[in-house]
């Protein structure tokens, strides 16, 4: 009975937990089915000897009621003939057998109860291997469409991290326009003083050269 409490404590557990834990989930629906399909054998192995066991039962059940009918008819046919001693003797035969027909009775319904039970245990696990079979498929295939939503989510973050790579060039690009800006004002400036400083020299020269003029032509009006 080992074989069908294994069995059991497959069936009874949590399939999800089962692949939580398993590192390659589908090696393990492979592998927990091989090992269904092979208690299945010693199930059916197990079934077969116990069904033998109550044919045997009942054979041997069958084979005393029929030994003590036919005690019972001797016995009959005996008195008929009018031997009592012969009578007695068939009796007594039916007597013994009748002794052991409850303990062959009841050994014939436990093997009963046992083939019974072996038969329904055998066809449970049969359906339920069958049921298992047909998963299968639906469980791997549930398994592939995670794994390609885990490369997809792991493509998300790679694309996320692009998205973030090309903001911050934005913001470097516009800083260095800034900085372009900034020097290309300050040279606009620098080149605006420049320009006035020389224009005021040239002013302050003019006007010097202007005032010896005048001061040379008011001499020569003078006489001087």
């Known amino acids: 009975m080992g074989i069908l409490t294994r069995f059991r404590d497959i069936m009874s557990s949590n399939i999800n937990a089962l692949l939580d834990k398993a590192e ?103 359906n339920d291997i069958d049921e298992l079979e047909a998963r299968k498929d639906m469980i791997k295939g549930k398994l592939a469409v995670a794994k390609t939503q885990e490369r997809i989510n792991k493509m998300s973050s790679s694309v996320g991290s692009a998205n973030d790579s090309i903001a911050s060039f934005k913001r470097y690009e516009e800083m260095a326009d800034k900085a372009l800006d900034k020097a290309n004002a300050m040279a606009e400036l620098n080149a605006s003083s420049q320009e006035q400083s020389i224009e005021d020299l040239t002013k302050k020269y003019s006007q010097d050269s202007n005032v010896e003029d005048e001061l040379a032509a008011l001499k020569a009006n003078l006489g001087k």
């Open 24 to 126: 390659d989930p589908e090696k393990m629906i492979d592998q927990c089915l091989r090992n269904l399909n092979s208690d299945l054998g010693k199930v059916k192995s197990e079934t077969a000897a116990i069904m033998a066991e109550e044919q045997r039962a009942k054979r041997v059940l069958e084979d005393c009621n029929e030994e003590i009918a036919k005690m019972q008819s001797y016995a009959v046919k005996a008195l008929e003939a009018n031997n009592d001693t012969d009578a007695r003797k068939f009796l007594e035969q039916k007597a013994s057998l009748s002794s052991k027909h409850p303990g062959l009775q009841e050994a014939y319904d436990l093997a009963h109860s046992n083939a019974t039970h072996m038969r329904e245990m055998h066809d449970k696990l049969v």
